[in-house]
Structures are given as structure tokens and as C-alpha cells.
């Protein structure tokens, strides 16, 4: 067939691809085709350039790897998003004398009243140093601009600044699940901890200033960007504490309206009100629909949180917490009206006992008002017992995992041990189970958001800090763990016929990475980045030999924000032989004036 007989012309031609479509179908490709949002055509060479017309963008892969755009599964992008310009990122720091240096330098630039924040997304394992910063090192650093240091959702670190700030004295009780440390005269230390629930850490957090709503905006723009950056094209949100619907999605539906979203992103809407959590999805199953909104950015059901007194955090440092007997009858109130409207839900659902007493109430709302065909998910799962997952099938129930232990693994095998951690969570028998089984990260507060951190964990079974976790009846293939990043995972919002693979007629999602994942060593897997992104048949990003390709970021507003100056996640060596370079060198190389050779700044400045 030509242009001759078929007047179809393509806005896209990417050739010299190796392409891993995740279609089995057609599962190995070597040029796509695209026109407006979706795949026009997949197959090789010849087959693809029929569809060049005189407009066609045509781009050579040059053999790098292609493939569909990652879907995490269960992120918290929209809260993150809103404060991505506040904080300094220690994700993929190499060391606690970096991160120091890191944080002594953005102290310096952020004026008074505001905050230096770092918000999760790293582990003291991650160090060189093995441990964690001190109170006294970061009072010496900054003894007047707060500061305030999130690590897991095990503990926080204030500052004497930041402390003042939010106004604990000797005299401030300890908030119901946490507690201000103190030293011997009863003043707070300026460690807050998780025991045994994260409320404090939020409650705290929640005191500092917050950006205007155009400085969300950007804020938003970028991290979804940072995203695009590791290859990152959808996403499901899971919700979060202390983000409210409908205020807190303005910035995104604001985004969408103006066509500016580049993750796609499914909401799921979180219960904000402790004994009220009924009436919230009374309101919002009278107003809103699942699966509707526009293919950017819309409702895909209830939870990650669907009763507080169902919350069981996962702070393996501290004991399981136990459930109040009330638990049983508040979710089984809210399930049964979530399934009498049809509405999907996930549910936050980390041990073993937990799960027990949680299928317990669905197999009994299941007799009253039956869950047949209800998508629906457990979510975390790290101990649930193997009994307990033919329950889930019986029930037509999946499981979304994260690498949550990739990050506090060793937490788990100092309380537990390291028999108890091979199968946490059991991942291979809950595929061998038939389970639907999600995979992602849990970003930005308890992990980073880096994917490739994550598809590291599933195919070595080891933590961020190299601790061998898992044996090889419970780790993945690289091609299967790829495959749940990418077409799996499109089944936990319903769209599994639209995204994830590279078909002919699904969205055009994809990208090209740095490195081939099939071949690298498993180290360097944990430093792949994308080259090219596109989300919808439009390039969203672009680095290296596709960097004229992308569209220019913005600079992160206010001129202050960390981002300007340290980017996101900190990838701390060349990567897969691409070339590419840490936020580090590429920022002294650059110094925001010129590259040598090209006479402009681009992108690149506000991305490495």
C-alpha cells in the first residue's frame, strides 16, 4: 500500500527503533507510525514509511530501546505535584555529606517565612555513610530558616527554626498516634515519630507555607515532567491524607482544561473526614462517575483510604498496629454503598491480620450486594497470607504492589527477620494465584518515583541500600516486570484497550530509554532514563540526540525553588552509556548561560 491508494498520513515516524511492544500479537517491532493521539501503524521499515507525507516528523531511534510509556500504578502525583517547587530532593543522593551540601545551600537561597523541605523518597541506606543525618547537623546548618526532613512515614526531623515555626513547646502534648521527642528537661528534640501512625508527620507538614495557586501550576507542570523524564506517560492517583476533593484537584483540572497534562492520570478519591467517612462517598457518588472525565485525567473509584480505623501504616520499625473493633462494621457500611453504586475501590492494606479481618467484611457485604465484575484492589500487601489469596480470587479482587521494602527493607528484617522478608510481598504466588497484579511505586513520601528503582527491586529482589531480600522463586523476569509497568498495569484503571502496549489504535504512549533494560546489569537498571517521551502522539520530552526535540521547560517559580537548582531525582552517574549526567555536572557545565558548542540554554538546565 502508498500514499498513492491510502491518503493517511502520519505527524510521527519513529524507525531504527527496537521496539518490545508488550502486544503479543506483534511483540517485537522496529518503526511505529502516528497520527493525532494513537498508533497508526507497527510493524518494520517499509510497512511504516508508506505513511511519510511531506509534514511527517520522522525520527531515527537509532536502536535504542522502545517502548509503551510506564504506568504507575499507585503514586500520589496531585499532592506531590502542588509541592514538587517546595522541596529539596535527597532521592538517588549518594551520600549524607551530599545531601548535607545539598540542604546548607538551598537554606542560604529560601527566604524567610518559608521552609526547606525534604519529603520522603529516601533511606539512610542509600548512603555511603549508612545512617541517618543529625539533629545537630542540621541545626548547625540552618539555625533560623526552618527546616523540616520527612524520612519514610516513620519519623520527621525539625529543626530549632522549624520547631518555633509550628510553635511545640515543653508544654505541647503529644498529638493521639505519634510523639514529640524530648530530652531529659522536656523539651522537644525536634524529632517527631510515627507511633504507630503517620497523622503527626502530615499534621506538621501541613503548617508550612504553601505556593499560590500559578506557582502550583508550574509546580505540577514540572514534576509531571520529571516523571516523563524516567518514561513515566500514566498514572494512577491514589488519594492521600489531608488532600481534599474537590480543592485540591483545581490545579489539575485546570491543567486539563488547557490541555497541559503529560501523565495520564487516574484520581482516586481519599475519605477526609474520621467518622464521617460514609457521607463523603454518600456526596461523591451523587456527583461523580467512575471512568468519566477526558482521557488525561479522570475518576477511576474510592480509596487508597476508605475508613481510618481500617488504617494499619507500615512502619516496620514499630509494631503492627492493631485495628479497633469498630473497623469492622465502618468499612462494611462504606463497602456495601460503594457496591451497591458500582463503584471501584483500593484499600491501603499492609499486613497479614489486616487483610484477614478486611476480606472477612467484603465476603460478607459480597452475600448482601454481590462485588461480581467490581474492580477493585487491595493495595501494599507486603505479609498478606497465602490462603488468603484465593479469597481475593474468589472475590474477583487484584493486588497493587510497591517496592515500599526496596526502601525500608532492612527495617522489616531487623523486627521479622529474613525468612519472614522472601515473600514480602509474595509476589510470584500471587500471579501464580491468577491475580491481577499492579506494580509502582507509592511516591513521592514513602519511595521515590523513580519506575526504574522499582523494576529493580521486582527483578533483583534487593533494597535501595543492596540488601538481598528475596529468593528467585520470588523475583521477576525482566520482560514480565516490564510488561505489569506498562500493559498490566493499564487493567487498574480500565484501560486496558486504550494504553500500554504499542498496537495500532491504542494511544501513543511511549519511550525510548538510555540504556536497553534486557541488557544492562541489574545495577544499572536503577539509572536508565528515557531519551524521548511522548504522551498522545506529542513529544513531551526529550534528552541527548532528542533534546531539540522537546518543548523547553519552564523555570520553577518562585526563582528560590530547589528544582532551579538541583532538579529532581539525583541520578548520580552517566547512565547506560547514554551520556547522560547527574543534575550535578550537567548544572556546573551549564551554569544556566550556555552549552559549549551550541550558544543556547535549553531544557536540559532545569532537568539534570
Not at 232 to 239: K, L, N, R, Y
Amino acid at each position: 500500500m502508498s500514499l498513492e491508494t491510502n491518503t493517511v498520513e502520519a505527524e510521527i515516524l519513529i524507525y531504527n527503533a527496537n521496539i518490545v511492544t508488550m502486544d503479543k500479537a506483534n511483540p517485537m517491532a522496529t518503526a511505529v507510525a502516528i497520527r493525532g493521539d494513537r498508533f497508526l501503524a507497527v510493524g518494520n521499515e517499509s510497512e511504516v514509511m508508506q505513511y511519510k507525507g511531506s509534514s511527517t516528523k520522522v525520527i531515527d531511534a537509532n536502536q535504542r530501546l522502545l517502548i509503551p510509556g510506564l504506568n504507575d500504578s499507585h503514586i500520589h502525583l496531585i499532592r506531590g505535584g502542588l509541592n514538587f517547587n517546595l522541596e529539596l530532593r535527597w532521592d538517588g543522593v549518594p551520600s549524607v555529606a551530599d545531601a548535607l551540601r545539598k540542604l546548607k545551600q538551598q537554606v542560604d537561597r529560601t527566604p524567610a517565612p518559608h521552609w526547606v523541605r525534604v519529603v520522603g523518597g529516601w533511606t539512610e541506606f542509600q548512603f555511603q555513610e549508612r545512617r541517618m543525618p543529625t539533629l545537630e547537623e542540621i541545626n548547625r546548618i540552618a539555625p533560623d530558616t526552618p527546616v523540616f526532613i520527612l524520612n519514610l512515614y516513620r519519623q520527621a526531623f525539625l529543626n530549632k527554626a522549624a520547631l518555633r515555626a509550628v510553635g511545640y513547646t515543653k508544654d505541647t502534648p503529644n498529638p493521639p498516634g505519634g510523639e514529640i521527642q524530648r530530652d531529659k528537661k522536656g523539651n522537644p528534640t525536634g524529632m517527631l515519630i510515627a507511633r504507630p501512625n503517620a497523622s503527626i508527620l502530615y499534621a506538621t507538614l501541613a503548617r508550612g507555607p504553601k505556593l499560590s495557586f500559578q506557582d502550583q501550576m508550574n509546580s505540577t507542570r514540572l514534576f509531571m515532567r520529571e516523571l516523563n523524564r524516567f518514561g513515566i506517560t500514566s498514572v494512577i492517583d491514589a488519594g492521600g491524607g489531608a488532600q481534599n476533593y474537590p480543592d485540591d484537584y483545581q490545579v489539575f483540572e485546570e491543567l486539563d482544561k488547557l490541555g497541559d497534562i503529560t501523565v495520564r492520570t487516574a484520581y482516586n478519591l481519599f475519605t477526609q473526614h474520621p467518622d464521617q467517612e460514609l457521607d463523603d462517598f454518600k456526596t461523591w457518588t451523587s456527583s461523580t462517575k467512575p471512568y468519566t472525565g477526558s482521557p488525561y485525567y479522570r475518576h477511576n473509584g474510592a480509596g487508597e483510604m476508605l475508613v481510618y480505623s481500617a488504617a494499619d501504616f507500615e512502619d516496620f520499625v514499630e509494631p503492627r498496629p492493631e485495628l479497633p473493633a469498630v473497623m469492622d462494621s465502618d468499612l462494611f457500611k462504606v463497602t456495601e454503598h460503594l457496591v451497591q453504586n458500582r463503584w471501584p475501590f483500593r484499600l491501603h492494606a499492609t499486613y497479614g491480620e489486616s487483610i484477614s479481618r478486611f476480606l472477612d467484611v467484603f465476603e460478607r457485604v459480597n452475600k448482601e450486594v454481590p462485588f461480581k465484575d467490581l474492580r477493585w484492589i487491595l493495595d501494599h500487601a507486603e505479609t498478606i497470607r497465602e490462603q488468603d489469596l484465593e479469597r481475593v480470587v474468589e472475590l474477583g479482587g487484584s493486588i497493587a504492589v510497591q517496592n515500599r521494602m526496596a526502601f525500608q527493607g532492612e527495617y522489616f528484617v531487623d523486627r521479622y527477620g529474613s525468612q519472614a522478608a522472601e515473600n514480602t510481598p509474595p509476589i510470584t504466588k500471587m500471579l501464580s494465584a491468577g491475580l491481577n497484579v499492579g506494580v509502582g511505586t507509592d511516591a513521592t513520601r514513602v519511595a521515590s518515583y523513580n519506575p526504574w528503582v522499582s523494576l529493580y527491586w521486582l527483578v533483583t529482589g534487593k533494597t535501595v541500600g543492596g540488601l538481598s531480600l528475596y529468593p528467585a522463586s520470588n523475583r521477576l523476569e525482566r520482560q514480565q516486570a516490564l510488561s505489569m509497568y506498562t500493559a498490566g498495569n493499564a487493567w487498574f484503571s480500565a484501560e486496558e484497550d486504550l494504553k500500554g502496549q504499542i498496537k495500532e489504535g491504542q494511544y501513543a504512549d511511549l519511550s525510548i530509554l538510555s540504556a536497553n533494560f534486557f541488557d544492562v546489569s541489574d545495577e544499572e537498571i536503577k539509572h536508565i532514563e528515557s531519551v524521548l517521551t511522548v504522551v498522545g502522539g506529542k513529544i513531551v520530552y526529550g534528552s541527548v540526540e532528542f533534546q531539540r526535540l522537546s518543548p523547553p521547560a519552564p523555570k520553577a517559580s518562585p526563582d528560590w525553588s530547589p528544582y532551579n537548582y538541583f532538579g529532581g531525582y539525583d541520578n548520580n552517574s552517566k547512565i547506560g552509556g547514554s551520556g547522560l549526567m547527574s543534575h550535578k555536572s550537567h548544572l556546573h557545565t551549564c551554569n544556566h548561560h550556555h552549552h559549549h558548542g551550541s550558544g543556547f540554554c535549553d531544557l536540559d538546565c532545569f532537568v539534570f
